[in-house]
């Protein structure tokens, strides 16, 4: 998108124009980089207004545009001070307001969050959130954390080795993945996964794992003796008395809600259920699978059925 790599096939659309054979200068992006790529000997008002300046922007539009994006980055009291002397998540925000004061067409996001501290991510996933819903502007964002992906996208493109492998928003992914790829990397915790075969007569069917445990399906186009890959996440499994018995592995009690790590033979199986446990590792609990929450792929192409 940003021009640095040549197009192989299909088109580059940026506001009705095909850019496929412009210069990145000529493309009207700003791109906003993962390691913030600031000039050290420059201050925050400079980093911010470099692009302009080069631009032969007037002084006073300058300042302009760079006091405009500091105020919508509450960086106003930093123009003055010099990359080192700030903060990592400060850093970024000068980064983005680099990228804003062009006012380009598009904004390109790479990874930016990645090098900041796990609560400062938060902090900043909320602001980037707020702030393209300020600006309005097109950010394509790249990331490999799938909880930025679902927090901030309006859509996702989920890629494997170049390809796509489901476009759409972030709960249609999260509630119809497409193939096991997609349902194992949307969602936190991980689905979980079994292998089996349908069960039972036409009548009644069921999975059988290869470790010999049933769990019920939904209304499918499967058919007794199918081969298939069971999925079901760790949030959709409840305790229950009539469930199937799993022995504890690990207890997480994180407060509002419990990871429990269980197995049943060579069988694991994740849950994070609401209730506050005083079981502990070695003893049963019984899990409870509502088939509605079920989702099966085809064993051999791995595609959902």
Known sequence: IAGLETVTDG??????NRVNDLEPAA????????TYALYPHMSVFENMSYGLKIQKVPRDEIKRRVEAAAAILEITDLLDRQPRHISGGQRQRVAMGRAIVRDPQVFLFDEPLSNLDAKLRVTMRVEIKELHQRLGTTIVYVTHDQIEAMTMADRIVVMRDGRVEQIGTPLDLYDTPQNVFVAGFIGSPSMNFLQGKIDGD????HFLSDDGLIFPIPDAPVKSGDRVTYGIRPEHIEL???GMSFEISVLEPMGSETQIYAKSGA???????KDRLSSKPGMHVNFVINPEHVHLFDAQSENRI
């Open 27 to 34: 493309r009207d992006i700003a791109m906003v980089f993962q």
């Open 240 to 242: 229950g008395e009539n």
């Open 11 to 16: 088109d580059i659309i940026i506001n009705g």
């Open 267 to 273: 069988q694991k199986i994740d849950a994070l259920v």
């Open 202 to 205: 036409d009548g009644k069917l």
